[in-house]
């Protein structure tokens, strides 16, 4: 979809697609290209039209102290809108939470989430810009999920060349173009490692707005699924200075893409009901 | 005078200092934050090692890497709609529960000590009959260890209740249509300290504040039918025998009965209850609810009957004095919905209720009047502060057609304040609430923490206070049942 750059963990992230764009810039990646033009190559990647996943979610603390979730995730891109709905496998305390989140590609439109939780047995919208806090008490925030806007920033390339496990990427740094961006996402600047050979951020360092922490992301193991770059394993890391506070790893189980997911999933009541 | 003024201005300054430096500190924070070097290369190190560990203890499990890679491309192009089976789950929590003050000769703790030791056993297990047709079963066993006898609470008078839960079959007719029939709770409404439309399940009172959330609600034999219509959807909710709000028993700290002591003559030990059935058994519940971008909105109907069950007659006898509590029927009409602008969820409600009872000064002089009510509520959500969450909510009752011989006013006023705060990436919860109950000076207030010891097993602590100060407040003979709780929990 295009208008939207998503760092989305499940929607962009993890299913990198790069069917597009290879051809035309694999053969000189550097070529005059702004840092704009890469983010908007980045974002205009073709990744799938739908997606379904299942993922584990570790949470490790700076005793190295584990928990992990298990997430199912159901995304789907329609004309104006991308769709996501995700469901808490396990452990038994989270067991039956669901998120779901409509991501609107007019800018004017605020994304819409919901969240139900069991114990309630009660589907809660959630504010919108309720969003730069954790997600389900990970490293990565709603934002990160969810994605943000390719125009609520000003890009700038900060390095031209720098090597990530052997691959060469472009270093572009983001700054939000206004106050209003850096209270929805929590984050004052970032810079983004972009794979030149397939227009994929493999690395980030975030300055997060409050509590002098900055977060290091990084994407694993990409490899081509169903003809769509996809990252098995994706980590945020957060620190303040420069010492390990908390960190979450994302590790891809299963995915399908271009499943036909009937439109029916995404609503409340399939929240309600579940898998 | 000089001193005086000298203070003023004092705190003036304090205050306008105070609040520039909240005001400002985010800004402080970020100029400082600028002139960190992201590309620098501790970072590197940082991240390398990290995931050194990770690739040794996480990643590259061979059974994962065999499943992501067998999807072979083009394959599995089946239609996906709800599948999958949930199975068990459930959760074992173990509750001390301590009365901090005397409550008084009403009740069977008379002074403070311990109140209670329980077990709850909640399990569930979900599954499907045909892809669509699922089904879901849980109960809960509740085991408590001992009893409050000659005001002490003494091990080994133990009780066990066995209750249904959830019961209850989700059926899919076509895609958009869902269809759930059996036992269940159905929780609408937007509200989440009042309950305005959100009357479907009837509540558990016996032990206000103290209980588990997830049993707050009173399962409820039901019918729902989802269907859309154009870009809403109806919801229609048969119940039938859906009962009252459950009360404590007698003796128990919050026995309704103890109510009916104080603005009567009636002697304490002399009074009994008996509950009557309904004369409709049936219930019905209709919502139109319609989700636009930034906001849901729900037209709601109900013929149903009161969740609360009041006084219908009184019977006495030379040694005793039996007070018959039933139920009554009301329609309702009115809408709900939510609307979310930035950091805010902004809630309202508006309910138009025909027919309810209304007690006189005196509650014994029945009949009571019926009268018209409407009910407005309006709340908000604010999440602006890092981890923080803020809640307000407040209703105001209006009794139309008032006559001064009805207890209480004309109109009403209730609120509820909740704050939340997640810390420790959600390891660590703390939850704070304060209920003023409407048209009283009765206020319900609690602190809670919550911590995540490791998945799926927690530790709580849970302070409860009732505050009442007039003795027309219905939390003034509970004004003294202030508990302190301590609780573990492991789910599975």
Redesign the interface.
């Known amino acids: 979809m295009k208008g939207k750059y998503q760092m989305s963990l499940f929607i962009k992230i993890f299913f990198f697609g790069s069917i597009i764009p290879l051809v035309l810039f694999v053969v000189n990646p550097a070529f005059s290209l702004s840092a704009f033009e890469i983010m908007s190559k980045v974002d205009a990647r073709y990744t799938g039209e739908s997606a ?1 996943s299942t993922t ?1 979610m ?2 490790i ?1 700076k005793k ?2 584990k ?2 979730r298990e997430i ?1 995730m ?1 995304s789907k891109d329609y004309a104006d809108v991308d769709k996501s709905i995700s469901f808490f ?1 396990s ?3 989270v ?2 939470t669901a998120y779901m989140s ?1 991501n ?1 590609e007019t800018p004017s ?2 994304d ?1 989430s919901w969240l139900y939780l ?5 589907v809660n ?6 969003r730069s ?2 997600f ?4 990565f925030t709603y934002t990160d999920i969810d994605g943000f806007e390719l125009n609520d920033y000003n890009y700038e390339l ?2 031209e060349s720098d090597l990530v496990e052997g691959k060469d990427c472009w ?1 572009i ?1 983001l700054t939000p173009k206004n106050k209003k961006v850096i ?1 929805k996402t929590g984050y ?4 983004q490692w972009i794979r030149k050979d397939i227009f994929i951020p493999v ?1 980030g ?1 975030i ?1 997060v ?2 509590g ?1 922490k ?1 977060k ?1 992301f ?1 994407a ?2 990409i ?1 081509k ?3 769509i770059w996809t990252a ?2 994706l ?1 945020m ?1 957060t ?1 303040k200075n ?3 506070v ?4 994302f ?6 893409y ?8 995404f ?4 929240m309600q ?3 | 005078m000089v001193s005086r003024l000298v203070n003023n201005i004092y705190n003036k300054i304090f205050c306008t200092l105070f609040l520039a430096f909240i005001w400002f500190l ?1 800004e402080v ?2 100029s ?3 002139g ?1 070097d ?3 290369d ?2 590197d190190l ?2 390398d090692s ?2 050194e ?2 690739e040794s203890e ?4 061979r059974e ?1 890497e065999a ?3 067998d ?1 072979k ?2 394959s ?9 089976i ?1 199975g068990f ?3 074992i929590n173990q509750s001390f529960v301590f009365g901090i003050e005397d409550p008084g000769v009403s009740f069977n703790r008379q002074k403070s000590g311990l109140e209670r030791i329980r077990t709850a056993f909640n399990f569930n297990h ?1 599954g499907e009959i045909s892809p669509s047709i ?1 089904y879901k079963v849980g109960g809960l066993l509740r085991y408590d260890w001992g009893k409050l006898d000659n005001n002490q609470y003494r091990i080994g008078r133990n009780s066990i209740r066995l209750k249904l839960k959830d019961a209850y079959l ?1 059926m ?1 007719p076509s ?2 249509i ?1 269809l ?1 029939i059996g036992n269940q ?1 159905i ?2 409404g937007q509200f989440d300290g009042l309950s305005i439309t959100d009357t479907i399940n009837p509540r558990d009172l016996s032990i206000p504040a103290q209980g ?3 049993d707050f ?1 009173q399962h409820v034999p039901a019918a729902l039918i ?1 269907i859309p219509i154009q870009n809403a ?1 109806l919801e229609l909710i048969l119940t039938y025998d859906a009962g009252a709000d459950n009360v404590g028993q007698p003796g128990s700290g919050f026995d309704p009965l103890v109510l009916f002591q104080n603005p009567t003559s009636l002697a304490p030990s002399s009074l009994f209850a008996k509950y009557l059935k309904p004369s409709n058994p049936t219930e019905l519940f209709a919502r139109l609810n319609y ?1 636009f ?4 909105l729900a037209v709601v109907f109900s013929d149903e009957n009161l969740n609360q069950r009041n006084l219908k007659s009184v019977t006495t006898s030379s040694s005793s004095t039996e007070l018959h509590f039933g139920f009554d029927r009301v329609q309702k009409y009115g809408f709900s919905g ?1 609307l ?6 902004f809630k309202y409600e508006a309910v138009q209720i025909a027919g309810l009872p209304i007690p006189g000064k005196d509650p014994t002089v029945l009949p009571w009047q019926k009268k018209n009510q409407s009910v407005i509520g309006f709340g908000f ?4 502060i ?2 923080l ?1 803020l809640g307000f909510e407040s209703d105001v009752k209006l009794v139309q057609d008032y006559s001064e011989v009805l207890s209480g006013s004309e109109t009403s006023v209730g609120q509820s304040f909740q704050a939340r705060w ?1 810390g ?4 660590l919860n703390i939850n704070g609430t304060f209920s003023k109950l409407n048209g009283e000076e009765s206020v319900i207030s609690s602190l809670a923490a919550n911590y ?1 010891v ?3 097993l ?1 530790v709580g602590a849970r302070f409860v206070r009732y505050y009442a100060s007039s003795v027309s407040d219905s939390l003034y003979p509970y004004r003294n049942q202030d508990v302190i709780m301590f609780s573990t ?4």
């Open positions: 379904v584990r570790i949470l603390d190295d102290r928990r992990t199912e159901f496998k452990p038994g305390d067991k039956g409509f609107w439109k605020e819409d069991p114990a309630l047995q009660k919208r959630i504010a919108s810009s309720d806090g954790s389900m008490g990970s490293d900060k390095k270093v740094e209270d004052l600047k970032s810079l690395k360092r300055l707005k409050k002098k900055i290091l990084s694993k193991d490899t699924i169903n003809g098995k394993t980590q890391i620190t420069k010492k390990l908390h960190k979450s790893v590790q891809l189980k299963s995915i399908k271009n499943i036909d997911i009937g439109d029916g999933i609503s409340t009541e399939v009901s579940g898998l | 985010p924070t970020s400082e934050e600028k960190i992201l590309m620098s501790d970072y940082l991240e990290s995931l560990d990770l996480l990643i590259f499990n994962w499943e992501v890679s999807k491309e083009g599995e192009e089946k239609k996906i709609g709800r599948f999958g949930e789950s459930g959760s979900k699922k989700d899919y895609e958009s869902w759930r709770i929780a609408r588990e959330l997830s609600r989802s959807k989700a971008n930034g906001g849901d939510n979310a602008r930035g950091n805010y969820l959500d604010y999440s602006g890092d981890n969450t997640t420790l990436n959600d390891l995540n490791q998945d799926g927690s929990e492991y789910s599975f």
